[in-house]
């Protein structure tokens, strides 16, 4: 059987492999132990409760003869699309509707953009979410990482020695909770239309940032940028799946992506779509304000019992993650911490970072006590130790 040999260069990523065995393991031998789990970067809660309601009654609808729903529209239902373009015009862009097209949410429309660009080389805002190295592998496509927690150069400037198709950037970053800057984006967006290469520019932690920001307020993004966001993190749907890619007509991409969209999709389900769309209306942006302060409550209790220590410490403002610097190898600070006290945080260089790991802010203001609590006790002690 004929299979394209760059699948057989994409291991799934060892560390996390790795960790999850770990956990099992941990779990195994200490039953009586409460494991408090800020590893993977899965939401806790169930969705805002008008969300909630929405889905409910999404399932009557189609349940009703009635209100019955085949195949939905390929690039989605207009009473979302038209919520979203309408959210854009609020922060002061034009996003049309016919230039919104919703999915399942944002990494099978990640690796869409890049089976539709077939960059042969590609730059990655470093350290960031280990998708787009992995899809670059799986897809042989010869990338750069940018980029270093040491200099505190979270967005690096693009050099010329290098001519990408494709740029990915991600801000809020995963993990390191910084936000581009209105200049950096600039000089990517010259650098972009230069190059002729597409910015695959990924929003799924937008809700965590204050403000108007938007891509497509920086002149020429029209045309060189793809953005990708999901409900995935601020609607709780990681399970319901749902996000939406935003192409404007401008951009060159514009006819393939629909195209490509009709080709490899039968739409998304009503009930999720039908279920976004009640986080536009005024409750829906109260509840949703109240839940991202939720979760940075959490961050900020972590980061003041970790900060006790003196350790570097980044993020957690912008985006549900803190970045701690760690005395030794991510991976080992991973593992000896989940020994000592049942806490799972993830090790930094499955982001492209040494000597870091990420801790997620998805949980309650208890366990975020408790675990900020082990996590300083746990540094102190391999601090003593060196
Ligand atoms: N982009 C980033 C930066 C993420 O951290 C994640 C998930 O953790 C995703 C995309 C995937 O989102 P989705 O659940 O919409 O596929």
Known sequence: MKIDEAYKKSDENFLFVKLKREVELYKKQNPKCEV????????????????????????????????????????GYDFLREKISADYAKKGACVLKDEIFIT???????????????????????PTYPLYADVCKAKGVDFRLAGSCEQGEFFALPSEDFSPDVIFICSPNNPTGSVISDETLEKYVDYALEKSALIIFDGA?????????????????????????????????TGVRCGYTVIKKENPLYPAYRRHALLH??????????????????????????????????????????????????GGENAPYLFLKTPCSGEQFSCGLLRACGVVVTPGEGFGAQNYVRISCFCNKKQALSAGKKIAEYLREVCLKD
């Open 205 to 237: 932690y937008r809700s965590f940032l204050k403000g108007n920001f938007c891509v497509y307020k920086t002149d020429g993004a029209a045309s060189s940028v793809a953005e990708v966001r999901s409900y995935s993190k601020s609607l709780s749907f």
């Open 265 to 314: 999709s039968n739409g998304v389900s009503f009930i999720s779509q039908y279920g976004a769309s009640a986080a536009y209306s005024k409750l829906g942006t109260k509840q949703l304000d109240a839940r991202v302060e939720y979760y940075k409550k959490s961050a900020k209790i972590l980061k003041e019992e970790i900060s006790k220590t003196g350790a570097k410490l980044l």
């Open 36 to 75: 408090i789990d800020l590893g993977v970067g899965d939401v806790k809660l169930p969705p805002i409760k008008c969300v909630g309601r929405a889905l409910k009654k999404a399932a009557d609808i189609i349940s009703d003869k009635k209100g019955f729903k085949g195949y939905p529209p390929a690039f």
């Open 104 to 126: 399942d949410g944002a990494k099978r429309a990640i690796c869409d953009l890049v089976e539709i660009v077939r960059p042969e080389k590609a730059l990655i805002l470093s």
